[in-house]
């Protein structure tokens, strides 16, 4: 999960962690509507894990937008029985501005937003990592 301020980027792989697809994003307007429609995804993708990007700042800190999303990672650990990780996310979102920039508008529509690809290069790297 890509969290933005205005979207929320979702992606997910294969049972073996070998294929990523981004999947629509969802507008983030709500903590009621976004359970919602995180409960749909999880049970539709055979979801069995949460992987959400951490901004962190360019030099390994965290400042305001890091402490938002751990509050909405504790909140989510309430809410869904599923292992909940965080990786670092520096980077992906002009990654996924390059890849967006190459896509045609059938592919960009299908997608909304860039967040829910800066949100599969979160899950490559994290499953890179493990």
Do not use: H
Request: net charge neutral; aromatic share 4%; glycine share 4%.
């Amino acid at each position: 999960m890509d969290f933005g301020s205005k979207n929320i980027g979702l992606a997910a792989s294969d049972e073996l962690g070998v294929v990523v697809r981004p999947l629509p994003s969802i507008p983030n307007s709500s903590r009621r509507d976004l359970l919602r429609r995180l409960r749909t995804a999880i049970q539709e993708n055979a979801i069995d894990a949460l992987v959400i990007g951490l901004p962190l700042n360019m030099d390994g800190s965290s400042g305001a937008a890091v402490q938002a999303v751990r509050r909405m990672i504790e909140w989510l650990r309430k809410e869904l029985p599923l292992p909940l990780f965080e990786v670092d996310e520096r980077l992906s979102t002009v990654e996924a501005i390059e890849v967006w920039r190459t896509m045609n508008s059938r592919r960009q529509r299908r997608y909304r937003t860039v967040d829910s690809l800066a949100a599969a290069l979160i899950l490559e790297r994290f499953l890179e990592e493990s």
